[in-house]
């Protein structure tokens, strides 16, 4: 089967749509509109039904796509019928037919130094391996997982007690003015990736449960994800924050038992009776 043949991009673009589904997309979305850029269309995923009564929802970057007034599809083939002469894609999340990669040059904002971490979590597997850095690829978006050469490329220090929600918030500012400069300025010529790729899978809920016999530092890091949990006396206990003590050692910062809103881990350990002697997970 023969390569697709992309379309070249567009040194400095003049009409853009733009393809995006969480809150994380929408600080770029917000970037290219302050800079002056013309969104003709922002493409994001259908309304799901959520909560109680099964309310309709739009995702984060559609509802912001609605306030600033930009017209909204669900449907990847629209971005053909706007006069688009490149599409912005951040984590829009859904495929993109070979029709549209054919047809549009799209420039894609991923969270990470690729080859490391292509795929779909690529912060969390970050922060999960122990990795010091992370960042920001401008990239191609071409028929291969995040295979696509890069043009421009920003880095970011993960700290050692850094969540994963507050990287993808710096993230999303670091990609947004990565962006708007590079359209601005002219896009270069782009730089194919070079090193062994390694792949962000998608985060298994089963992954997120608390084995206590790992190493705090390993812990840590899976608690720094975000959902991490437990359980006490048979009921689950979501453990939000950590830290790792001096001699090593691992204490529970903020944690939410089941049922219940967050709250400082040593309000549910007097709550609880909790002392530390007896073991979590039983």
Known sequence: MPELELPPAPRQPRRLVYLGT???AVRPLHALVDAGFDVALVVSRPDTRRGRGSRVTPSPVKAAAVDLGIPVSDDIDD?????????VVVA????????????????????SLLPRWRG??????AVLAGDDRTGVDLMVVEEGLDTGAVYARAELPIGP???VDELRTELAELGASLLVTNLRDGLPEPTPQMGEPTYAHKIDPAELQIDWSQPPEAIHRLVRVGGAWTT??????????????????LRLVEVQPEGKPRMPAEAWANGARWHGQEPLGS
């Open 22 to 24: 969480p809150d994380f």
């Open 79 to 87: 971005v053909l019928s706007v006069g688009a002469d490149l599409g």
């Open 92 to 111: 829009y999340g859904r495929l993109i037919r070979t029709n549209v990669l054919a047809a549009l040059p799209l420039v894609n904002i991923h969270f």
């Open 120 to 125: 779909a979590a690529p912060v969390e597997r």
């Open 161 to 163: 007690d850094d969540t």
């Open 232 to 249: 006490y006396h048979g009921r689950r206990l979501k453990v939000w924050r950590t830290a790792l003590d001096g001699d090593g050692s």
